[in-house]
């Protein structure tokens, strides 16, 4: 294995992986919402998710999948319409002592569905996966081994979303505070939903 690619591989897999986006504000939102514990089968879903997004580009199958408009289209859709529903959720959300929430939009599921629907993801992998080559004359072995490093790198990066999240649950506020967090964590995942799909 190539030393200097691989860290180089896993530091543009950082970045990439690790700016905020759509899986991370649903992270975000929904460690805020749930706490850490309560948030994790959602982060289990959507690291499933992803993990299949990033084995099916592997596999080269997301250039298959791009030929046929129509279905990259319906999972835009899918997303965009799962996020605009969290972000609503979220931001209209009972405070203080009467706070509930309702777990059916942080499901295992529904994470699965976000990072399985998420084209930008794929287009994240397709580029991480096409940049180095970390294992010379055997294109198998080395997608294998990138596509472990990207598996690696989002349940790191990913976790790491989710305890702030958490963290910011934890956080003492006044009814008004605490309304306009949750409305704030609400348009960020609309933005970054925006920005994701638009």
Known sequence: MDT??????LTAAVGLLGSPGPAIAALLAVGR??????????FLGLQLGLAMAAGITAAGLFSLL???????????IAATVYLVYLAW?????????ARTYNGAHASPAMGFLLGVTNPKAYLAFASLLASYTLIKDN????????????????????IIWLYIGAFLRGLSLSPRNERALNIALGLTVLIAAGLAFV
């Open 89 to 97: 959720s979220i931001a209209s959300s009972p405070i203080g002592e």
């Open 66 to 76: 791009a030929t046929f408009p129509s279905a990259l289209h319906m999972m835009t």
């Open 139 to 158: 294109a198998p072995h080395d997608a294998f081994t990138k596509w472990m490093l990207l598996i690696a790198v989002m349940i790191v990066v990913d």
């Open 33 to 42: 919402a749930r706490g850490f514990a309560g948030g994790l089968r959602y």
């Open 4 to 9: 200097v690619a691989t860290g180089l591989f």
